[in-house]
Each structure stands twice: as C-alpha cells, then as structure tokens.
C-alpha cells in the first residue's frame, strides 16, 4: 500500500498530463513487481497485462524512476550489494581447422557448347 500512494503522489504532481495509460496505478505496480520478482520478460508481461512490450518497458521505467525518487525504495543500493568482484576471461587462442582447398573441388569444369 505504502508504494501504490507514492505513485498516487506522484500522479498529482505531474507536470504534463499527456495520453493516459492503459493500465491503471494497481496493475502499473503489479507489472513492475512482476517483471522484478518473477524476471519475467517485457514481452510475457505484455501479453498478460494486454500492452505492448515498449509499453511495459515504459511502464517499468516510470514506476522505477518514482519509487527511487520518493526515497522508498532503493534500487542502487540493492545492486551495490551484489557488485562483481573480479572476472575472468578465457581469451586462450585456439587454432581453427580449416579445409584444404582442393583446386579440382573449387573450380567449375567448363563444357565446350556443341554446334
């Protein structure tokens, strides 16, 4: 309840109205959650909520963008905690076995045209 009226808040205190979205503040919310708990694709998430997937993503997006803003969630700190320590790159060269050309096999035998 408690992200659902920051959203609500930040409903209010929009600058620029602009089209209306096609779901509403409850299923905004739902779809983020979704697409965070479940890591469902914004494809699948379309399909469910019946929108398109630029749309989820835009949605997604906005949703991430005030619930940050609000100081009710943050999700840098969560990504901070499951930073990288190191990598390790296998960048070993392996030789490619290639075919012999076969002159025989690569070149067409031409026919003479018989008059």
């Not at 919310?29 to 379309?46: K, P």
């Not at 949703?63 to 960048?91: F, H, I, K, M, P």
């Amino acid at each position: 309840h408690e992200l659902l009226e920051v959203l609500k808040a930040g409903e209010l205190t929009k600058k620029k109205s602009g089209r209306p979205s096609p779901l509403s503040l409850e299923d905004q919310l739902l779809l983020t959650l979704g697409y965070w708990r479940e890591y469902r694709t914004l494809f699948h998430l379309g399909l469910s909520y019946q929108v398109h997937e630029s749309t989820a993503q835009r949605i997604v997006k906005r949703v991430e963008t005030r619930l940050e803003g609000s100081g009710v969630l943050s999700l840098a700190q969560t990504a901070s905690r499951e930073c990288v320590r190191g990598v390790l790159l296998d960048a070993s060269e392996v030789p490619i076995e290639r075919p012999q050309k076969n002159k025989r096999l690569t070149t067409v035998e031409r026919s003479t045209p018989t008059p």
